[in-house]
Structures are given as C-alpha cells and as structure tokens.
Nanobody, 115 residues
C-alpha cells in the first residue's frame, strides 16, 4: 500500500502563487509516475501535471507556462508550483501515484482563487 498526503492549499488572490506538496509513503517502487489532478467545482477530475522517476514531465495544455511539477525522489515528495493563479484554478488538487498495476490517490488539498 501507498499513502499520499497533500498539503499547501488555501485561499489565494488571483495573480498570486502557491506551491502544493504531496508526500508519499509505504511500498513505493523505484519506477513510478506521480501526478496532480484538479477537480474543479461541478467538474470531473482532470490531469494537470505528471512526473515520472526518470525526470520526464507532462502538462495539460491549459496550465503550460504557469504550473511546474517537480519531485524529490529521495524523499518521495512531489511539488506543484502554480504561478499567476486564475479563478479557473480553483478546486481540489489530488495527488496520484501509479506503479506496476496499482494506482493510489490522496485525499486532496483545496485551492480557492479569489478575484
């Protein structure tokens, strides 16, 4: 089993910045993919950024240039730096980890962007 705990959410004014963290613990394999997903109000959960253990990253087109995902592999922590926050960035950000045939989710951290 893998446990994922997100932190760093809050209420931020539009144009501001925020850094989210996801700490992973448990039975983590050396090769895996971690990701951040956003569930905006009344919308389905959508991928915003992925980071694998080899340094590869993937971003949703809508966040390119404003979101930066990074990982501290040794500490099993993933970060998401969000710049120039917009009201459409509001929602719950979930951490996800996929390894072999298993997938795990955190409980999410809420972000509210006020205009």
């Amino acid at each position: 089993q893998v446990q994922l705990v997100e932190s760093g959410g809050g209420v931020v004014q539009a144009g501001g910045s925020l850094t989210l963290s996801c700490a992973a613990s448990g039975s983590i394999y050396g090769i895996n993919v971690m990701g951040w997903y956003l569930q905006a109000p009344k919308k389905s959960r959508q991928m915003v950024a992925l980071a694998d253990t080899r340094g590869g990253t993937t971003y949703a087109d809508s966040v390119k240039g404003r979101f930066l995902v990074s990982r501290d592999i040794a500490k099993n922590i993933m970060y998401l730096q969000i710049d120039d926050l917009q009201p459409e960035d509001t929602g719950v950000y979930y951490c996800h980890l996929a390894q072999k045939v298993d997938t795990f989710w955190g409980k999410g951290t809420p972000v509210t962007v006020s205009s």
